[in-house]
């Protein structure tokens, strides 16, 4: 089904095809400029340069290491959710909430009606399509987890902020298909943390992709996913993206009792470890996702995005990735 | 009624000036092997210092260290204990913040006090009375995996639980700690086994000795377990108002024999309340609570909040219960 669709928007992906979640670690150069640059020493053209030449790298990249579906890396970035809002009309940004151990970002706040007025993305997708034949994915926040990690002091309640937010992020998702985006990955993290809010996210995401003419995926992690499966499959996106092996692949398990019918990005690489998985294992994992999915539908990749890691630690994870993906094919074939 | 201002538990660790990232830079100093143990204890030192003196600036009557050193409710007090290890990271309720899950790979033991230097070193910096505040056995229990055989049972684990944290009760209360809160969101979860939540603070009862217990709940909707609440053998019973639209018409009318933690001000979101309209709900609940004392305070430790927002938060507080104070 979505190997049709993805045919009929002119993708022809090998079997078990390889991707990222969306970010990779900034260079120290690049790091070092972001410091200097919020403290006024340097230009944002000097800044963007950077930004330029860290995406360039990791396109390379992930182009040597034989990676099938590219992601931008996501360098002009600072969080998810803060990079949208820095972006469109009814945001402040806050100041610095804890999100982990010794992880901090800047909560935004909602204080007026949310607009999208300019695209946001797009002019990073386009730079970096344009430098690799491979598709690169489209890559935005949906708007339940805008909505769900952002402080409101406007809306009347989470429902009212969540559909004012699907209208305007739609907007993106067009521009980026304007571009000629043909895989768009909407990130919803948040997705299981109310279950009974289940509906609302599905109404939202309806709002953002309905009748567009591009293959969907969804990332979501770090949450109590076997409480909104199999409702979640009733989401209208092509594939979902789950970080599994931080949690020992323990949603194997409900997707044995109930099946899992979209495409399934398998996250076979722990992104919160230093550790570098060996190949070993991860054939195992990839071996573990074919029980329950079977190969046209499976997509291999890391849990989530790689930018808690070192540049060193991003590369070796990825070509372990890429190495077990071969192993697998050759096993298949 | 005297009303006590206070605060849930956490405060800010960070905040937008230089010298609040401190303690955020040595650890990350830490990790690069460019600082020691001891220059992270002397930041969560100065860091402790300064959201008490931010508690005492605000007006609260009553401090907490703001759990400055906890990584996070779970792990703090679970990593500590022998027989555990700590697990990969999950959401904590329905916050944007994840705690690392603890394995029980081994018979819990407490082989050392968990809280009682933290304690008393917050007393030492503050000219106010200090709340210790520790995360309880069920909610301990219930996100705790179990690698050994007998912990699959989730009546071991909330019984074992209860040992070692029964221990760090008397301790604390041996310390000079008249007050000692008590945290168990997870009975709002579903499918929760009530009977060993109450199990599991009896046992906790049974240890304080002259030290009175605050049984604090946040993030559900309390109101369908409230009579049950109000049998547990605690003295205070903290409720998180901003998920139960029904509580304050309940306790109006069905009263309260404990003394009660008002959870009025939403701890988690930025907006400042109505004072009028929490004003309203006060006049309403005050004359319900059949004690001495009535503690006002945030829905949730103030963690979730940028510093200065926090801040903001407390000294609204302090300004509406200012007008209810005797």
Not at chain 1, 210 to 216: E, H, S, V
Not at chain 1, 259 to 288: C, M, N, W
Not at chain 2, 15 to 39: N, S, V
Not at chain 2, 112 to 126: H, I, N
Request: glycine share 6%; hydrophobic share 40%; net charge negative.
């Amino acid at each position: 089904m979505s190997r049709e669709k993805l045919r009929a928007l002119g993708l022809d992906l090998p079997l078990l095809p390889t991707t990222s979640v969306g970010s990779f670690p900034k260079p120290n150069e690049l790091q070092q400029a972001r410091t200097r640059w919020a403290r006024g020493l340097i230009s944002r053209d000097e800044l963007e340069r950077l930004e330029r030449r860290a995406t360039e790298f990791w396109i390379r990249t992930q182009e040597e290491l034989g990676m099938d579906v590219l992601v931008d890396g996501e360098q002009y970035r600072g969080d998810m959710v803060t990079y949208f809002a820095e972006n469109m009309r009814g945001f402040e940004i806050g100041g610095l909430v804890r999100s982990y151990g010794n992880r901090y970002y800047r909560k935004p706040i909602i204080v007026s009606e949310v607009r999208w007025e300019r695209p946001i993305t797009v002019f990073w997708w386009r730079f970096a399509q344009s430098l690799t034949a491979k598709p690169v994915k489209g890559m935005l926040t949906g708007p339940y987890t805008v909505m769900d990690w952002c402080f409101n002091e406007y809306y009347p309640d989470r429902r009212a902020t969540c559909l004012a937010l699907a209208r305007e992020i739609r907007k993106e998702v067009e521009a980026l298909i304007e571009a000629g985006a043909r895989i768009i990955q909407i990130d919803e993290p948040a997705l299981s943390v109310r279950p009974q809010e289940l509906p609302l996210a599905r109404e939202a995401l309806q709002i953002v992709t309905d009748g567009l003419p591009a293959y969907f995926i969804s990332h979501a992690c770090y949450g109590a996913f076997e409480k909104i499966y199999p409702e979640m499959l009733t989401l209208p996106v092509d594939n979902f993206d789950l970080e599994m092996s931080n949690s020992n692949l323990d949603l194997l398990e409900h997707f044995k009792r109930s099946p899992f019918t979209k495409d399934l990005s398998f996250g076979v690489v722990d992104v919160h470890s230093h550790v570098i998985e060996d190949v070993e294992t991860v054939v195992a994992r990839i071996r573990q996702g074919l029980e329950v999915v079977p190969a046209e539908a499976l997509w291999i990749d890391p849990d989530c995005g790689l930018k808690t890691r070192t540049v060193e630690e991003a590369i070796a994870k990825l070509r372990v990735i890429v190495e077990a993906v071969g192993r697998m094919r050759a096993a298949i074939a | 009624m005297n009303l006590i201002l206070t605060n849930a538990g956490s405060y800010p660790r960070i905040g937008d000036t230089p010298d609040e990232q401190i303690l955020r830079q040595t650890l990350a100093r830490f990790d690069r092997q460019e600082a020691t143990e001891a220059d992270i204890r002397r930041a969560e030192d100065e860091m402790v210092r300064r959201a008490i003196a931010e508690q005492i600036e605000a007006g609260l009557d009553l401090v907490t260290d703001g759990q400055i050193r906890w990584y996070d409710p779970i792990s703090h007090i679970a990593g500590k204990l022998g027989g555990t290890k700590i697990n990969g990271l999950l959401r904590y309720f329905d916050t944007n913040f994840y705690f690392r899950q603890p394995v029980l790979v081994d018979r819990l033991v407490r082989e050392c006090p968990l809280l009682v230097e933290e304690y008393r070193y917050a007393c030492s910096v503050s000219s106010r009375p200090v709340k210790p505040v520790l995360t309880g056995p069920y909610t301990l229990a219930v996100f705790s995996l179990a690698e050994r055989a007998e912990y699959r049972d989730l009546e071991r684990r909330v019984e074992d639980y209860a040992t070692v944290l029964a221990e760090e009760i008397a301790d604390l209360a041996a310390a000079g700690a008249d007050l000692i809160q008590v945290d168990e969101p997870a009975i709002v979860l579903d499918d929760v086994s009530f009977d060993l939540f109450a199990a599991g603070l009896r046992a906790l009862a049974r240890a304080k000795g002259t030290a009175r217990l605050a049984l604090y709940i946040s993030f559900g909707d309390v109101s369908p377990l409230y009579e049950r609440l109000q049998d547990l053998p605690v003295d205070v019973l903290g409720l998180d108002f901003t998920y139960s639209p029904q509580l304050v018409d309940r306790i109006a009318v069905e009263g309260s024999a404990k003394a009660l933690g008002l959870g009025l001000i939403d701890g988690r979101n930025t907006k400042l309340e109505s004072e009028a309209e929490i004003a309203a709900a006060l006049e309403r609940l005050l004359p319900a609570i059949r004690s001495e004392v009535a503690y006002l305070n945030p829905s949730t430790g103030l963690e979730f909040l940028p510093r200065d927002r926090a801040f903001r938060k407390l000294q609204h507080l302090v300004r509406i219960g200012l007008r209810f104070k005797r």
